[in-house]
Each structure stands twice: as C-alpha cells, then as structure tokens.
C-alpha cells in the first residue's frame, strides 16, 4: 500500500468496525472495511484510500482464538506499514476473561509490533463516553452513569461490566502494568516529559478523556509517541476523533468536512436484530407504530438441531408477506436485556454465533426475494457474522449519521451482482435514537 496510509485498525466487532469507517469518513480521510483478508485485487480497488480496516468477531471470542486468528489478523495489517494500527473495542468497554478478552489483544499487539508500551484510549465525548480518573462513564436516557452502575451495561448478558475502573478491569485480563495519564496529568505544561516517563515504566498506558481539550491532547500524544516504523494502541473510536484533531493541525487531512449526497427513501426497509439492548427494544416498538411489522423468533428453538428450521422457515413466511403488502419488517430475537438470556446461558458462543447466521441467512432470502436495495442490522455481535451471509467483502460510508454516531449507512462491495452496492446500516445496540430504523428507511440523517 501507498506509505501515505495513516492507519490500519482492527474492530473487535462490525458495527465498532464501522464506526471507525464513520468517524475518519467524517474527517475527510477514505476508508475501507474488508470483512475478511481481501484478495490482492480486492485490495487493489482500494489504493487511494488513506486507513484501511478489517472488521473481527473477537470480542464475542476466546483467548484461544484469539491468539490463533487475531494474531494473523493483526499481521496482516501491520504488513500495510501504516503510521498506527487499531485494535477497536467498544466504547463501553465490555470484556471478559473468557470473551472479548482485551487484555490479551494488548498482548498480542505489544508482542507482535515489539512496542514497549501500548495506548489506550477509551473515553470519546461524540459518543458520550468519558474517562475520568481511570473511571469510565457512559449516558442512558440524558444521565451519565458509572459503568458498574449503568442500567444497560451492568446487566449485558454476556460481559456485563461490574467494574468501572478500567485498570482494574483489565487486571482480571492481563499481568501487564497499565499506568494512567489522568485529567490533571494531561492539563501540566511539561505534559510531553510525563507522558514519557509513565511509558518507561508500563507496558500500557491508560488516557484519560473528558472533553475535547482532553482529546486534541491525546490526539497529540498518540501520533508523538508512535513507532517509527508503525504503532498499536487500543481503544474505542475515541482513537480516530484523537487522531483526527493532530493530522489537521499537521495539516495531513482537510480542514473542511466533506459532504455526503443524501440518500432517497425507500418503500421497505428489512432490518434483523440480535441485539439485547433495551435501547433496541425502544426502537423496535417505536417501528411496529410506524409502518413496520416486528417479528419475534425464539432464540432457544432457533438455535436448537430440532426447531432451529421450522423457525426459519415461518418468520420467513412472515417476512415475505409483511414486505408484500408494503410493509418493512424487523425480526428480531431479543426485545431487551432478559428475553435472550437463557439461550445465551446455554450455547454460549456458539449460539451468539448462530443466531447471527440465521439471521443474516433470512435477510439474504429477503434480498433476493424482493430485490431490495436497502437492509439494517442491529447488535454488535449479530452484524459481524449475519453480514458475512451477505457474501459481501467490503464497506465504504454511503451516509455518516452525525446525529446518531456510530451507525452510518453504508455501501456494499460484493461478487455477487444482487449484492454488489447495497446499502446496509449497522447498529450496535446501544445506539440510534427511538425513530432509527425510520430514518433509515426514510433517508434522513
């Protein structure tokens, strides 16, 4: 690749994928996401891009496959000889010894780009994520809450976050020493010399981020202290809206945004959903008393040998009919943080991943049934492997959603002619106003 490529990144899941994609697209800066290793040709189509990126499933994964698949991804993507390379994790940060872990993607990482001491940036205001002393805070419902105390995130079925010191939330992850650059740290004048100091004495190196004085700091700091031949640092999206602000002041980047046409309404929109989030469960009812219709399938029977088909088949039916009559459909298999758990609890893994499959199935049946040009996906998980049924390989932003940051619209690369550009918005599930899935059937931003 060109040497003019600013960064590389790895998202742990494909709507944290694509909400690195969103913020540079934003800054001005050309980004791809490939959804696996491309082809050279693949990859070729892409040259005048300037940050390229490979969208995972590690965060619902084990330390052993990570070390095994992350490893050769991150390889991967250290040959494109970017000035830093991203390991994205969500911005609530939700993690676990045996899921998701992120202590050891900070392992493999330092190990793999020989890098002493490894970022880690956390907090992004755009997304309403703070840092602050080494705590981490993220808004519900216009309230800042403390992780361990925040109604979503302290309940996630799967990692559910019982600690909001970050450090201390690592080390049930990782031996590594993880120092911090706090709120006051970051606002001395001999800022450069502290920083330099703390990494000679820790493997990783914590940054606090509260406002966007924080964040031009951290911006700065992170393209100061990059290896010559290539960086990593891990964090959530609040890496990028860092970054972005020192490439402008260098003057890398265009100090103007770009515009984005506005994409027209469609008369149906399919949507599948796997996210557990009552955020999700909001934004489903607001749809069912907006011209869509909600169809729910059991979690447990979908992924069991025994009913998993006859499910499929029935919300097909039903999807097929809703779509006929002119209706958008949604189906769905949680509806909040409760209704999926028992199956979760069951399969573990395995029925994260399944469910994602099945639904992705159902959603390329509904394309090539009735030609449509405009789908959704809601939940981190669900995106990263129902997408891939889709047998599309890469993303480019159609649409960046400013309002509702981390769930743009986006284009759609594939070999397959019915495919190849269509449009696709993905959502984690803690994001998008009441009225998302409208605005996306409608074209708004």
């Known amino acids: 690749m060109s040497s003019s490529l600013l960064l590389s990144y790895y998202g742990?899941?494909?709507?944290?994928?694509?909400?690195?994609?969103?913020?540079?697209?934003?800054?001005?800066?050309?980004?791809v996401l490939f959804l696996d290793l491309p082809s050279d040709e693949q990859l070729a189509r892409f040259a005048d891009c300037q940050?390229?990126?490979?969208?995972?499933?590690?965060?619902?994964?084990?330390?052993?496959?990570?070390?095994?698949?992350?490893?050769?991804?991150?390889?991967?993507l250290r040959s494109l000889d970017a000035a830093l390379c991203h390991y994205k994790v969500c911005s609530t940060f939700d993690s676990a010894p045996e899921v998701g872990n992120i202590g050891r993607a900070l392992e493999i990482g330092q190990a793999l780009f020989d890098q002493a001491c490894v970022?880690?940036?956390?907090?992004?205001?755009?997304?309403?994520?703070?840092?602050?002393?080494?705590?981490?805070?993220?808004?519900?419902?216009?309230?800042?809450?403390?992780?361990?105390?925040?109604?979503?995130?302290?309940?996630?079925?799967?990692t559910p976050m019982g600690e909001a010191d970050l450090r201390r939330h690592l080390s049930g992850q990782t031996a590594l020493?993880?120092?911090?650059?706090?709120?006051?740290?970051?606002a001395q004048p001999d800022i450069d010399e502290r920083i330099d100091r703390l990494s000679a004495v820790h493997q990783a190196l914590l940054y606090d981020v509260l406002d966007m004085r924080h964040q031009a700091e951290v911006g700065h700091?992170?393209?100061?202290?990059?290896?010559?031949?290539?960086?990593?640092?891990?964090?959530?999206?609040?890496?990028?809206?860092?970054?972005?602000?020192?490439?402008?002041?260098?003057?890398?980047?265009?100090?103007?945004?770009?515009?984005?046409?506005?994409?027209?309404?469609?008369?149906?929109?399919?949507?599948?959903?796997?996210?557990?989030s009552e955020v999700t469960?909001?934004?489903?009812?607001?749809?069912?008393?907006?011209?869509?219709?909600?169809?729910?399938?059991?979690?447990?029977?979908?992924?069991?040998?025994?009913?998993?088909?006859?499910?499929?088949?029935?919300?097909?039916?039903?999807?097929?009919?809703?779509?006929?009559?002119?209706?958008?459909?949604?189906?769905?298999t949680a509806m909040g943080p409760e209704t999926n758990a028992?199956?979760?609890?069951?399969?573990?893994?395995?029925?994260?991943?399944?469910?994602?499959?099945?639904?992705?199935?159902?959603?390329?049946?509904?394309?090539?049934?009735?030609?449509?040009?405009r789908v959704a996906i809601a939940g981190g998980d669900t995106?990263?492997?129902?997408?891939?049924?889709?047998?599309?390989?890469?993303?480019?932003?159609?649409?960046?959603?400013?309002e509702t940051p981390g769930s743009p619209l986006c284009r759609a690369y594939s070999d397959e002619p019915g495919f190849d550009g269509l449009e696709v918005a993905l959502k984690g599930g803690q994001v998008g106003s009441d009225a998302y899935f409208g605005n996306i059937r409608d074209g708004r931003a």
């Open 51 to 76: 940050a390229i990126g490979l969208a995972g499933t590690s965060r619902s994964e084990t330390p052993a496959w990570m070390d095994d698949h992350l490893h050769h991804a991150l390889a991967w």
């Open 177 to 186: 020493s993880i120092g911090l650059a706090d709120v006051l740290c970051l």
């Open 221 to 276: 700091q992170l393209w100061r202290t990059r290896q010559p031949k290539g960086g990593y640092v891990v964090g959530s999206s609040g890496v990028e809206y860092a970054l972005l602000e020192a490439w402008r002041r260098q003057q890398q980047i265009p100090a103007a945004a770009p515009s984005f046409p506005p994409p027209r309404a469609v008369e149906k929109l399919a949507v599948v959903s796997g996210s557990c």
């Open 12 to 31: 742990d899941d494909l709507t944290g994928s694509t909400d690195v994609m969103e913020a540079l697209s934003l800054g001005g800066i050309a980004t």
């Open 281 to 332: 469960a909001r934004q489903i009812r607001w749809a069912e008393t907006n011209g869509f219709r909600a169809i729910a399938l059991d979690a447990e029977g979908l992924i069991s040998d025994e009913r998993g088909e006859d499910i499929m088949q029935a919300a097909l039916e039903a999807a097929n009919g809703a779509l006929a009559d002119g209706m958008s459909v949604i189906l769905h």
């Open 119 to 158: 970022p880690l940036v956390v907090g992004a205001p755009q997304l309403k994520r703070y840092t602050v002393f080494g705590q981490h805070f993220a808004m519900f419902d216009g309230e800042a809450h403390r992780l361990d105390r925040h109604p979503v995130m302290s309940r996630h079925p799967v």
């Open 342 to 373: 028992s199956a979760i609890a069951k399969g573990g893994s395995q029925a994260r991943h399944r469910i994602g499959r099945s639904l992705g199935q159902l959603l390329r049946r509904l394309v090539e049934i009735h030609g449509l040009r």
């Open 383 to 402: 995106s990263s492997h129902a997408l891939r049924e889709l047998r599309v390989h890469a993303l480019t932003i159609r649409l960046p959603l400013p």
